[in-house]
């Protein structure tokens, strides 16, 4: 049973509708089933990565006014090249321009969904707030092996999402055509921007307001 609340808590950070989502479903339509997966995979690479800061015990850097500054600045730079990049291609291609395929390899993609994530300031947020409390309470209830195997259970409920995202963008693919593809892509771009305008306002208000 305390699995299983850790497994929902791994769906309730994967869930909620943003740019790592967002890649996915475009990577899906355009790529199949594998290119969106992999997003995942190279998202969940960076939930590991803030997860290890956590249980290690240096999350206070992340603390810092100067770095959490950074983070969401760079943050918004990264999201917003993103999608402009993704608007770009998908409106030469509406507009009638010849579409060349998508020749992404799976590595790039890896890096696409690590990238999107590790600079997601509300990724750092979540495992330092909320899984840095999780840990704060279990740790004073459980050995360290239980406390990984919790951990691992969170990944397992990321991981359920990541594969139903992949599945349903791949299995969408077949019902829609290039141009209604492309339209998704420039969605998909404008989510990411808007995501990354967001970050870049909270890096500004942080630096100038606070």
Not at 151 to 168: E, H, K, M, N, P
Not at 174 to 195: D, E, H, M, T
Request: net charge neutral; charged share 10%.
């Amino acid at each position: 049973m305390i699995i299983l609340s850790y497994i929902m808590l791994g769906i309730s950070l994967a869930a909620p509708i943003g740019p790592v989502n967002a890649a996915q479903i475009e990577k899906g339509l355009r790529a199949g089933f594998l290119h969106s997966w992999v997003v995942g995979i190279g998202a969940m690479f960076a939930d590991l990565l803030y997860m290890l800061i956590v249980f290690l015990g240096v999350s206070h850097f992340l603390e810092i006014e100067g770095v959490k500054v950074f983070l969401w600045l760079f943050g918004a730079f990264v999201l917003i090249y993103t999608g402009a990049e993704s608007l770009k291609k998908a409106a030469n291609e509406v507009s009638g321009a010849r579409a060349t395929g998508y020749n992404h390899t799976l590595t790039q993609s890896f890096w696409s969904g690590f990238l999107i994530s590790v600079v997601n300031p509300l990724t750092i947020l979540f495992w330092l707030g909320i899984y840095g409390s999780v840990l704060a309470k279990t740790v004073t209830l459980y050995d360290v092996n239980q406390i990984w195997l919790f951990s691992a259970a969170i990944f397992i409920g990321i991981s359920a999402w990541d594969i139903a995202v992949a599945i349903l963008s791949s299995t969408a693919r077949r019902f829609v055509n290039q141009k209604a593809i492309s339209r998704v892509s420039i969605l998909s771009g404008i989510c990411l921007i808007g995501f990354g305008a967001y970050f870049g306002y909270m890096g500004v208000s942080t630096l100038f307001i606070d």
